[in-house]
């Protein structure tokens, strides 16, 4: 399994990015995409999941009614929607492929080149 996050940028608080997760292959056994990021200086934090059915997602408290994840079933890739993006959420994404939905990174077996995003207050 090969993945790949894309999408990152310099943004001002506030803006909006969205940033996509393609795989080169897939593990049947591990269909959900969970989304991570790392600040500099700071352990890997969860972001949010979603299943393979996209039926079930899950999001971090920071995340929660800012970004929303979604599967786009047609050109295969996982999206991050972020919005009303702050200073903090500044940091390297990754996206991981896992067994179940979970917020803990090593619970994700498969992991991919992240993308920076960077926000300016």
């Known amino acids: 399994v090969q993945l790949q996050a894309s999408g990152g940028g310099l943004l001002q608080a506030g803006d909006s990015l969205r940033l996509s997760c393609t795989a080169s292959r897939r593990a049947a056994t591990h269909s959900v995409t969970g989304w991570f990021r790392q600040g500099l200086g700071k352990e890997r934090q969860f972001v949010a999941a979603i299943d393979s059915s996209s039926r079930n997602t899950l999001y971090a408290d920071s995340a929660n009614g800012r970004f929303t994840v979604s599967r786009d079933n047609v050109d295969d890739r996982i999206e991050l929607q972020m919005d009303s993006l702050k200073p903090e959420d500044t940091g390297i994404y990754y996206c991981?492929?896992?067994?179940?939905?979970?917020?803990?990174?090593?619970?994700?077996?498969?992991w991919g080149r992240g993308t920076l995003v960077t926000v300016s207050s």
């Open positions: 991981a492929a896992g067994r179940t939905l979970a917020t803990v990174w090593n619970l994700y077996g498969y």
